[in-house]
């Protein structure tokens, strides 16, 4: 499985908000950057928006990663 579909994946079934730091240590995907292209290339996908929220997990105020229901 790809890093990327682990990304999707994963933001997808725990239906939170995880900014590219959380995601990074939760998936062990480093450097977080990589994340950070990851999610970038998703979001020009239509498959997850990012904005300004709470962290689900470091409840930090953050660019989050957010599923878009039903794809495109
Ligand atoms: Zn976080």
Do not use: H, W
């Not at 239906?15 to 290339?41: F, V």
């Amino acid at each position: 499985m790809s890093n990327t579909e682990l990304v999707l994946g994963f933001i997808f079934k725990e239906s939170n908000y995880y900014c590219d730091d959380c995601l990074s240590e939760k998936l062990d995907i480093k450097p977080r950057q990589q994340i950070n292209q990851i999610c970038n290339k998703l979001k020009s996908q239509g498959s997850i928006n990012r904005e300004k929220k709470d962290c689900s997990s470091c409840k930090k105020d953050k660019l989050v990663n957010i599923i878009l229901a039903e794809g495109k």
